[in-house]
């Protein structure tokens, strides 16, 4: 049981230092193109570069992603920690969350 609580909260914590990570490299990039601004041409190349989002989806895509792959950690937790058949709850979300991921590994 308690091997169950530490693995998510281990999760937990990886997913939101990398979210953190993210935010820390846009913001950086955001201070690099405003400190490129005073060159037209290097900043007009720069606004038109899309934004990299994970395994090609769209920002709504992961946004999505995101979304199901937290109810379906939450599920989990439920089922750890009050009933077991919460857990059955996450299975499919979590397969369903793991799609982008299974498509880059058959690529």
């Known amino acids: 049981m308690i091997l169950n609580i530490v693995v998510v909260l281990g999760g937990l914590a990886y997913a939101g230092y990398q979210v953190f990570r993210e935010k820390q490299a846009l913001r950086r990039e955001g201070e690099a ?56 709850v996450s299975v499919p979300l979590t397969l369903y969350a793991a799609q982008p991921m299974f498509r880059t590994a058959v690529r």
């Open 33 to 88: 193109r405003a400190a490129t601004a005073s060159h037209p041409s290097t900043a007009d190349r720069r606004a038109n570069l899309p934004i990299p989002t994970a395994g090609g989806l769209s920002q709504v895509e992961v946004s999505d992603f995101l979304h199901i792959s937290g109810a379906s950690l939450g599920f989990a937790a439920a089922g750890a920690l009050i009933n077991p058949l919460y857990t059955l």
